[in-house]
């Protein structure tokens, strides 16, 4: 069983910096696509960034030029910089992985709070 399990989230101030880690276990092959989508209150999950096997990554426009996603495919890692963190960027931030058979895992996410 695939378990995706993330770390590094926390209170931070307004134009500081986190980084998100996300490792993933249980699977033998890896995983394809690795990426970090948000959820903050009473808002719908959004994407945040992805990144495929050997692909370039992909951001939402809100967080182009602050954060950085990377993966460290020996580890089945994936991480998220977070710098120049604006309070709107306060939510729970969740891993999702995808398998190369198409199966979707979520981690159970991390909270960053960022004041103001």
């Known amino acids: 069983q695939v378990q995706l399990v993330e770390s590094g989230g926390g209170l931070v101030q307004t134009g500081g910096s986190l980084r998100l880690s996300c490792a993933a276990s249980?699977?033998?092959?890896?995983?394809?696509?690795m990426g970090w989508y948000r959820q903050a209150p009473g808002k719908q999950r959004e994407l945040v960034a992805i990144?495929?096997?050997?692909?370039?990554?992909n951001y939402a426009d809100s967080v182009k030029g602050r954060f950085t996603i990377s993966r460290d495919n020996a580890k089945n890692t994936v991480y998220l910089q977070m710098n120049s963190l604006k309070p709107e960027d306060t939510a729970v931030y969740y891993c999702?992985?995808?398998?190369?058979?198409?199966?979707?895992?979520w981690g159970k996410g991390t909270l960053v709070t960022v004041s103001s």
């Open positions: 249980g699977s033998t092959f890896g995983m394809h696509t």
């Open positions: 990144i495929r096997d050997g692909g370039s990554p």
């Open positions: 999702k992985a995808r398998s190369y058979g198409s199966m979707d895992y």
